[in-house]
């Protein structure tokens, strides 16, 4: 970990900006927007780029559109930085909790304390319909796993990361999910705000398991976040998520699901929503 953080520290020195302001993960789909692209929203410029894969400990990004690397940002008027994470990393990918969280920890420590995550989500009733945005308001863990299993982390400084038995009653922090809710209704968006189920994936759920999730009183499923925003919230980040819905579950529309769809379907409103994060950055 402190050899990432030291290269990010010199990364930001080399690119003329400041610890960004803050960080946006960026789900399925929804880094295509930036993937390939040196421009950015009104009043923001490209100050340089990072890959996963030259950032020791952390490891490359193989899952389909996830490029895996940092896109610095720098907002002409206030001059504050934004780091914008392209891709992620996936326990499906066979990586442990502790590999998928590195490159978010990394830029808390670096510097960093606000984030946002996203992801591409399944709706788990026909209300959120595709295309909406839904704000997650909490989530459950059905991974199987958690960021935090073994001796309590340690941070840069040699100390305990955060407490041994975090509470994660408020892992979402109100007032900045309620500043991305009005910069997402100012856009257009269709926004719900709900639960977000995480599971470890790769495959898609069942018919009887979308219904049983639906019982439960669960909105969006998906395979992702779930680890992030628990190291975070240990670690002391301010942090708040959403899922766009990318997808009816299993059983909810007569057609099998698959990876190209759910790529193809956010990639329709993927500029706008990335729009609506530089929005909430410059705020």
Avoid at 202 to 220: H, N, Q, V
Avoid at 227 to 245: R, T, Y
Wanted: proline letters at 6%; a neutral charge.
């Amino acid at each position: 970990m402190k050899e990432s953080i030291a290269l990010l520290t010199s990364k930001y020195q080399q690119f003329g900006i400041e610890p960004p302001k803050f960080h946006a993960v960026l789900g399925s789909g929804l880094g295509l927007a930036l993937a390939e692209s040196r421009t950015a929203a009104p009043g923001w410029k490209l100050a340089g780029e990072l890959p996963f894969k030259d950032v020791p400990g952390i490891n490359p990004a193989s899952a389909p559109g996830h490029s895996g690397v940092f896109k610095y940002f720098r907002h002409e008027k206030s001059g504050h930085a934004a780091c914008f994470q392209v891709g992620r990393l996936h326990g499906y990918e066979g990586l442990e909790p502790s590999d998928v969280v590195r490159p978010v920890l990394a830029s808390y420590f670096a510097g960093t304390k606000q984030f946002i995550l996203t992801n591409a989500a399944g709706s788990l009733h026909r209300d959120f319909g595709i295309g909406s945005v839904m704000l997650i308001r909490d989530h459950v863990n059905l991974t199987g796993k958690n960021p935090l299993v073994g001796p309590n982390p340690l941070g840069p400084d040699g100390k305990e990361r955060g407490p041994r038995f975090p509470d994660l009653s408020r892992a979402y922090d109100r007032e900045l999910s309620a500043e991305l809710k009005k910069i997402l209704v100012e856009g257009k968006f269709e926004v719900h705000e709900g639960v977000y189920l995480g599971l470890l994936g790769p495959s898609f759920e069942t018919p009887a398991e979308i219904a049983l999730f639906a019982r439960w009183g669960l909105d969006a499923v998906g395979m992702s976040t779930v680890w992030e925003a628990i190291a975070l919230k240990h670690a002391g980040a301010k942090l708040c998520a959403l899922s766009f819905i990318s997808n009816l579950g299993c059983g909810l529309v007569d057609k099998p699901l698959d990876h190209d769809a759910v790529l193809s379907e956010t990639s329709k409103s993927a500029k706008r929503v990335v729009d609506a994060l530089f929005a909430f950055a410059a705020t």
